[in-house]
């Protein structure tokens, strides 16, 4: 582990000058660093930004924005060029969903798609956010890809033309280029996992299928000094060792480099020696660096096997941080392009009234940093005091009901303070309704959480055309390394391996705390397959812990009798979000009960779940924070 402990005092000594771009970002606060590794072909990887372009303004570690990306990129590009090796941007998808500078406009990403586009990106895919929605993917094909042109691969995702009904490739299948500087030889495909959920103008084809495709078998046989895979795949996910094997089995000794995402985990793994794959975290609060070393130019026979290295950097997205990677300071760094980008975020920010407060939260609420349950759990909030008030139906408010909340429809902690416009989106982008099932007996509603939650692994393949289970909680979980056990990993991971020593909900960090350091700020502690020193910042370990699938509010029950003792009611409705309709359905099945089928199921109250928190938000939090 090298660690550079001078630029830890110089970067203290310049935290108190130091400015996010963003008006009233969190001012960053400095760490002792790692520095980035170049070799002959350098990589900036973002992916599952999902709207955060602006940066994180309540987290310091992250609070540097798009524009000071693109600075960022501009400074790196420069030392590329002066040391004669090849810098290049790639980006995984999702880019939207998850933040008001994407979700609050009306039609949505009114702002995004300038700002984003404002970026030099070389390479870049789709994730499955662009495709939920058919305006989004719409907005996608008629905006971004045309914005990236040549730089937009889509290797196994069709558009369809909404006018004519035709159906072709959303952008070009492969992209074949040199290099500025060293004229590499890349091939490179641009992939979406095996993802189902998308809506009907979009077509996703098999990984599987993709890589037995005539144009496909043609790109691996393409002269290439490199290949290199973007694609929102996890980097583990049998997808990407798909064509892995796909790509190897035609090119034995070509470097093969793999930028992954979906799962919102910073990762590396090796396919093989001449191969390497990294995942660059989430939200805009990592860049990934990847460096390939080594005689990548072809030139002699194939079959000498030159000897490669290759490095992997998490950068926080921490403006002290790129100042360090690039040995420039506040008056130095930005670019006109890059206060360009961070004034028009500014202004879009403005615009859009994203700091606008609707209450006051009296303190953290976090997602996987304490336990289920416990008082500062955002799933006990909701089970407790925000489920109860917001799940009441007119018509049916005096019949209990048992509500089901999926926790992967919480995307991400409410900070104490200011609960603003922008952190509606952030915490709960999606426009969830909830759903209900009138009348269902007790003993029968009262299984469905215990099914949906894994007893006995029902639910843990996907069957009947109902997805995987997992899917119904955050994607952190699904990335949970299997160096990590953890005693309820069966559920998590398909090979089984599960801990013995039983309890619940441990944490997963290591728990050291680098003695001699207290005054680390808390944050990404990565343990990849090369090691722990992939994070360029130092950081002490923040506690993650599993959350189950779904969690439940039991609502409008017959109080307690003066034993302390209830009886439950006969039935009750059951009320679920509608998201997870097709498990409840499924759950419901094998808990014994009837055959109940989608014709049974209503909505329970008007609005989105977004707007029935939001609402109990303004009644029951302060405005004054
Ligand atoms: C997609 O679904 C919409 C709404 O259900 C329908 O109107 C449209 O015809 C469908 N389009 C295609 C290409 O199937
Ligand atoms: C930033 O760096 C420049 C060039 O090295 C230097 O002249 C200037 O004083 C530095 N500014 C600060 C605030 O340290
Ligand atoms: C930055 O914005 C100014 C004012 O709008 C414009 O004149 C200039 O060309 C822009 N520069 C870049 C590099 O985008």
Same mark, same amino acid.
């Given at each position: 582990?090298?660690?550079?402990?001078?630029?830890?005092?110089?970067?203290?000594?310049? @935290?108190?000058?130091?400015?996010?771009?963003?008006?009233?970002? @969190?001012?960053?606060?400095?760490?002792?660093?790692?520095?980035?590794?170049?070799?002959?072909?350098?990589?900036?990887?973002?992916?599952?930004?999902?709207?955060?372009?602006?940066?994180?303004?309540?987290?310091?570690?992250?609070?540097?924005?798009?524009?000071?990306?693109?600075?960022?990129?501009?400074?790196?590009?420069?030392? *590329?060029?002066?040391?004669?090796?090849?810098?290049?941007?790639?980006?995984?998808?999702?880019?939207?969903?998850?933040?008001?500078?994407?979700?609050?406009?009306?039609?949505?990403?009114?702002?995004?798609?300038?700002?984003?586009?404002?970026?030099?990106?070389?390479?870049?895919? =789709?994730?499955?956010?662009?495709?939920?929605? +058919?305006?989004? +993917? %719409?907005?996608?094909?008629?905006?971004?890809?045309?914005?990236?042109?040549?730089?937009?691969?889509?290797?196994?995702?069709?558009?369809?033309?909404?006018?004519?009904?035709?159906?072709?490739?959303?952008?070009?299948?492969?992209?074949?280029?040199?290099?500025?500087?060293?004229?590499?030889?890349?091939?490179?495909?641009?992939?979406?996992?095996?993802? !189902?959920?998308?809506?009907?103008?979009?077509?996703?084809?098999?990984?599987?299928?993709?890589?037995?495709?005539?144009?496909?078998?043609?790109?691996?046989?393409?002269?290439?000094?490199?290949?290199?895979?973007?694609?929102?795949?996890?980097?583990?996910?049998?997808?990407?060792?798909?064509?892995?094997?796909?790509?190897?089995?035609?090119?034995?000794?070509?470097?093969?480099?793999?930028?992954?995402?979906?799962?919102?985990?910073?990762?590396?793994?090796?396919?093989?020696?001449?191969?390497?794959?990294?995942?660059?975290?989430?939200?805009?609060?990592?860049?990934?660096?990847?460096?390939? #070393?080594?005689?990548?130019?072809?030139?002699?026979?194939?079959?000498?096997?030159? @000897?490669?290295?290759?490095?992997?950097?998490?950068? %926080? #997205?921490?403006?002290?941080?790129?100042?360090?990677?690039?040995?420039?300071?506040?008056?130095?760094?930005?670019?006109?392009?890059?206060?360009?980008?961070?004034? *028009?975020?500014?202004?879009?920010?403005?615009?859009?009234?994203?700091?606008?407060?609707?209450?006051? +939260?009296?303190?953290?609420?976090?997602?996987?940093? =304490?336990?289920?349950?416990?008082?500062?759990?955002?799933? =006990?909030?909701?089970?407790?005091?925000?489920?109860?008030?917001?799940?009441?139906? &007119?018509?049916?408010?005096?019949? &209990?009901?048992?509500?089901?909340?999926? =926790?992967?429809?919480?995307?991400?902690?409410?900070?104490?303070?200011?609960?603003?416009?922008?952190?509606?989106?952030?915490?709960?982008?999606?426009?969830?309704?909830?759903?209900?099932?009138? %009348?269902?007996?007790?003993?029968?509603?009262?299984?469905?959480?215990?099914?949906?939650?894994?007893?006995?692994?029902?639910?843990?393949?996907?069957?009947?055309?109902?997805?995987? $289970?997992?899917?119904?909680?955050?994607?952190?979980?699904?990335?949970?390394?299997?160096?990590?056990?953890?005693?309820?990993?069966?559920?998590?991971?398909?090979?089984?391996? $599960?801990?013995?020593?039983?309890?619940?909900?441990?944490?997963?960090?290591?728990?050291?705390?680098?003695?001699?350091?207290?005054?680390?700020?808390?944050?990404?502690?990565?343990?990849?397959?090369?090691?722990? %020193?992939?994070?360029?910042?130092?950081?002490?370990?923040?506690?993650?812990?599993?959350?189950?699938?779904?969690?439940?509010?039991?609502?409008?029950?017959?109080?307690?009798?003066?034993?302390?003792?209830?009886?439950?009611?006969?039935?009750?409705?059951?009320?679920?979000?509608?998201?997870?309709?097709?498990?409840?359905?499924?759950?419901?099945?094998?808990?014994?009960?009837?055959?109940?089928?989608?014709?049974?199921?209503?909505?329970?109250?008007?609005? !989105?779940?977004?707007?029935?928190?939001?609402?109990?938000?303004?009644?029951?939090?302060?405005?004054?924070?």
């Amino acid at each position: 582990m090298v660690l550079k402990k001078a630029a830890a005092v110089a970067g203290a000594a310049l @935290a108190t000058l130091a400015r996010a771009s963003q008006p009233g970002a @969190a001012t960053p606060v400095a760490a002792p660093m790692r520095d980035l590794v170049w070799g002959k072909l350098n990589v900036l990887h973002t992916t599952d930004t999902h709207g955060w372009h602006g940066g994180h303004l309540q987290e310091s570690q992250y609070s540097a924005d798009w524009g000071d990306y693109v600075s960022f990129a501009e400074h790196l590009r420069r030392t *590329a060029d002066e040391q004669g090796v090849d810098l290049l941007l790639v980006d995984t998808g999702d880019r939207v969903e998850g933040n008001g500078l994407y979700d609050a406009s009306s039609p949505k990403g009114q702002y995004y798609y300038d700002i984003y586009r404002e970026q030099h990106i070389d390479i870049l895919s =789709t994730g499955n956010h662009e495709l939920y929605q +058919a305006s989004t +993917a %719409d907005e996608e094909h008629r905006q971004t890809v045309p914005n990236f042109r040549d730089n937009y691969v889509a290797s196994n995702l069709d558009y369809i033309d909404p006018k004519t009904g035709e159906r072709s490739p959303m952008a070009q299948r492969y992209r074949k280029f040199q290099t500025k500087n060293q004229k590499l030889d890349i091939v490179a495909f641009g992939f979406l996992f095996d993802f !189902t959920g998308n809506a009907n103008n979009t077509v996703v084809q098999p990984v599987k299928e993709t890589i037995q495709e005539e144009w496909f078998q043609g790109a691996i046989r393409e002269q290439a000094d490199i290949f290199v895979v973007v694609g929102h795949v996890g980097v583990r996910m049998q997808e990407y060792k798909d064509i892995f094997n796909a790509i190897r089995k035609q090119n034995w000794f070509t470097p093969i480099i793999f930028f992954g995402g979906h799962v919102h985990v910073r990762d590396a793994i090796a396919y093989d020696s001449r191969s390497f794959a990294i995942a660059s975290g989430r939200y805009f609060e990592t860049i990934g660096w990847m460096s390939v #070393n080594g005689d990548l130019k072809k030139s002699k026979a194939p079959s000498v096997e030159a @000897a490669l290295s290759f490095n992997r950097r998490y950068i %926080d #997205n921490n403006l002290l941080g790129l100042y360090y990677h690039t040995g420039l300071n506040d008056s130095t760094f930005p670019t006109e392009h890059g206060r360009n980008v961070s004034t *028009a975020i500014a202004k879009a920010r403005k615009e859009l009234d994203l700091d606008h407060n609707f209450g006051c +939260a009296p303190r953290d609420y976090w997602m996987t940093r =304490t336990p289920y349950p416990h008082d500062s759990s955002i799933y =006990t909030w909701l089970e407790k005091e925000v489920l109860p008030e917001v799940a009441v139906s &007119p018509s049916r408010k005096d019949i &209990p009901r048992l509500v089901i909340l999926n =926790t992967g429809a919480i995307r991400f902690d409410i900070f104490k303070g200011a609960f603003t416009r922008d952190t509606t989106y952030i915490v709960s982008p999606f426009l969830s309704v909830l759903k209900y099932i009138p %009348d269902v007996p007790y003993d029968v509603a009262s299984k469905v959480i215990v099914l949906l939650n894994n007893a006995g692994q029902i639910m843990n393949v996907a069957s009947d055309g109902v997805p995987d $289970a997992r899917f119904m909680a955050i994607p952190e979980q699904l990335a949970i390394h299997e160096s990590i056990t953890y005693p309820d990993a069966a559920s998590l991971h398909s090979d089984g391996k $599960a801990d013995s020593d039983g309890q619940q909900q441990k944490p997963l960090g290591t728990g050291s705390k680098d003695g001699g350091e207290p005054s680390l700020v808390e944050g990404y502690t990565t343990e990849d397959d090369i090691g722990t %020193d992939g994070d360029d910042a130092v950081h002490s370990n923040i506690n993650f812990y599993v959350v189950p699938n779904c969690i439940q509010a039991e609502v409008g029950f017959p109080a307690s009798d003066e034993e302390g003792g209830s009886s439950p009611p006969d039935t009750v409705d059951l009320v679920f979000f509608d998201f997870i309709q097709p498990w409840v359905l499924l759950a419901l099945k094998f808990s014994g009960g009837e055959d109940y089928s989608a014709k049974d199921i209503q909505q329970y109250v008007e609005g !989105t779940f977004t707007e029935l928190m939001v609402g109990w938000i303004k009644e029951n939090w302060p405005k004054d924070c």
